[in-house]
């Protein structure tokens, strides 16, 4: 397992010139300065007035471009979760990349059957599981829109049966405060104590924000809250490029990314040294042939080159579709997307295994990602040049028609290339006589196996309790309303 993967340094791959940086962060700082921007929460405007903002229209606030760099300043460049034992699994700071799956999805297609249908809560407790499994997944989400739970817990339900079913970090995304708030009990519980939660997280959460221009009462409630409790927050304004941004990509992303600078404010104004996410998600241009909103397109990487600039940690759209099936679409853009993120140096690389442009989810889609990922990880290993990996005393003992089958140097070396464990290399012959099964085949036999075999390690008892004890509450406070 290669966790705490970062590509090489050596070029920094960016989309933008530095005054093409300049440029859009410059009109960036206009759009919140200058035009404003709709700021829909009592608190969040009484604290920017407090700063110095001006509001008019009662919530069209303009934000000061020196309060901007003061948050700019304050924010830390690095922020780390943490997994359920209080180890540092996530470092993100710099091009260090972390993968995993999204949340939400309106359907499934089941591996057992290949059906598309509507997710069940046994879906995000096994999708958890797979997460937990698979060696290239550094975090969980919860995949899918269960029906099977009350539409208004369902947030409360997925947090708990990931914290049950994972080890490794979770990304929760929340409906209204307060399923984040009982998620962010659940991890206290399991951590100990608000204090240790705040040292070494083990959750954040994704907040989907309308746009750069309107930011919505339960988004901002939430960015309050945890930075309240000094964790991290992921805010993300999220546009249409042509609908609810300019269709021109460079006009999107100055105001999606004038959005993520004014949560940045927010955060460091509620506490100063709070950790923040930005967005390196660029603003999909909707298709206007068919008025879906794509996930596979390639305008990307250019909201992710202004905020390398900011040296701040970032959240990346990628391994995802608008394929409906597993096939050979999927399997490209899903490629695709991972390595032009690898290369942007997304710090979370989210949506491995959506399909449908994120209406369906794939079990199987998620562990070939899973594979995918381990490729560009060996891709971008650093190359050994050394006297022992040059091997000029062995070309010399082998001579001109010798073969190295049998040296002593291959037996040391043979191992330290890249072997799938999915992806097929063999014969003809003999992947026939194994089933002639395609990729897709071979992913959902995986996924079989996986969600038979392995067990996630369980939370204590003590603590499994007051999760339950946690919903349970929820539930009767929801029905008491």
Not at 42 to 65: C, I, N, W, Y
Not at 208 to 218: D, L
Request: proline share 6%.
């Amino acid at each position: 397992m290669m966790n705490n993967f970062q590509r090489p340094s050596l070029s920094r791959f960016t989309r933008l010139s530095d005054d093409q940086f300049l440029e859009i962060h410059s009109a960036s700082l206009e759009i919140l300065e200058r035009i404003g921007v709709r700021v829909h929460n009592l608190d969040a405007v009484k604290m920017l007035m407090k700063a110095g903002a001006q509001v008019t229209d009662e919530d069209l606030v303009r934000v000061p471009s020196q309060l901007v760099q003061a948050a700019l300043n304050s924010a830390p460049k690095k922020v780390t979760l943490y997994d359920r034992n209080g180890n540092p699994a996530m470092p993100m700071e710099g091009n260090a990349c972390f993968f995993g799956p999204g949340s939400d999805c309106l359907n499934i297609i089941d591996h057992r059957t290949s059906m598309r249908r509507r997710p069940l809560m046994q879906d995000v407790i096994e999708g958890a599981i797979l997460c937990d499994a698979l060696p290239n997944i550094d975090f969980a989400m919860s995949l899918v829109l269960p029906v099977d739970v009350d539409q208004t817990l369902a947030d409360t339900h997925q947090a708990a049966a990931m914290f049950s079913n994972t080890t490794k970090p979770v990304i929760l995304v929340s409906y209204e405060l307060g399923g984040l708030v009982n998620a962010v009990e659940m991890a206290e519980a399991i951590t100990g104590s608000p204090e240790t939660l705040r040292e070494k997280p083990i959750l954040t959460c994704y907040i989907n924000v309308p746009s750069g221009a309107v930011h919505n009462e339960e988004s901002l409630q939430k960015l309050l809250f945890l930075a309240g409790k000094g964790l991290p927050a992921i805010y993300i304004p999220g546009s249409n490029a042509g609908v609810t941004s300019p269709a021109s990509m460079a006009g999107a992303v100055a105001l999606d990314n004038a959005g993520g600078l004014l949560g940045l404010v927010l955060s460091q104004l509620k506490r100063e040294g709070t950790p923040y996410i930005v967005s390196a998600m660029d603003p999909a241009a909707l298709d206007m042939r068919t008025l879906v909103s794509p996930y596979a397109y390639p305008e990307r990487g250019i909201i992710r080159s202004v905020s390398q600039r900011y040296g701040l940690p970032s959240f990346a759209l990628s391994g995802g579709s608008d394929a409906k099936v597993v096939d050979q679409q999927a399997g490209a853009e899903a490629a695709f997307t991972l390595l032009a993120d690898v290369l942007m140096g997304g710090n979370i690389i989210h949506d491995l295994g959506y399909l449908e442009s994120g209406l369906t989810y794939s079990f199987v889609q998620l562990a070939i990602c899973d594979q995918i990922v381990s490729w560009i990880k060996a891709f971008f290993k650093p190359v050994e040049v050394s006297s022992d990996a040059l091997a000029l005393d062995v070309v010399d003992r082998v001579g001109p028609e010798g073969q190295y089958l049998k040296s002593p140097h291959t037996r040391r070396h043979f191992r330290e290339h890249w072997y799938p464990d999915l992806f097929e290399r063999g014969n003809y012959n003999d992947w026939l006589e194994e089933g002639g099964k395609s990729l897709g085949e071979r992913a959902a036999s995986r996924v079989q196996k996986i969600l038979a075999e392995h067990r996630p390690e369980p939370l204590p008892e003590q603590v499994q309790e007051l999760l339950s004890e946690i919903v349970t509450r929820a539930g009767a406070k929801i029905a008491s309303n």
